[in-house]
Nanobody, 124 residues
Framework: QVQLVESGGGLVQTGGSLRLSCAAS????????MAWFRQAPGKERDFVAG????????VYADSVKGRFTISRDNARNTVYLQMNSLKHEDTAVYYC?????????????????WGQGTQVTVFA
């Protein structure tokens, strides 16, 4: 089992920045891919960014490319999502997800482990 705990959400003005953190505990390992998803009110949960531990590669949704950066600190079993130039449409509950995988899936169903979510609200 893997437990995930997110932190760092909050209120931020348009154009501002936030950094989300997700700490993993339990059965972590070298093949643990970690990702961020988000769900806006009335919408489906969408992939935001993911990072593979094996390859070190990261992938992003087109909507956040150039503005968000995913990174990980393996010594702390923690993944981060640095969000810059935030827009109102980035408002959502952000979820951390993890799965033992070689690649970095973008599908929600590919991830077995989920955090409880953290709210990000961007206001004008």
């Amino acid at each position: 089992q893997v437990q995930l705990v997110e932190s760092g959400g909050g209120l931020v003005q348009t154009g501002g920045s936030l950094r989300l953190s997700c700490a993993a505990s339990g059965r972590t390992g070298s093949t643990l891919t970690m990702a961020w998803f988000r769900q806006a009110p009335g919408k489906e949960r969408d992939f935001v960014a993911g990072i593979s531990n094996l390859s070190g590669t990261s992938v992003y949704a087109d909507s956040v490319k150039g503005r968000f950066t995913i990174s990980r600190d393996n010594a702390r079993n923690t993944v981060y999502l640095q969000m810059n130039s935030l827009k109102h449409e980035d408002t959502a509950v952000y979820y951390c997800a993890a799965q033992f995988s070689v690649g970095t899936p973008r599908r929600e169903a590919a991830y077995k482990y989920w955090g409880q979510g953290t709210q990000v609200t961007v206001f004008a």
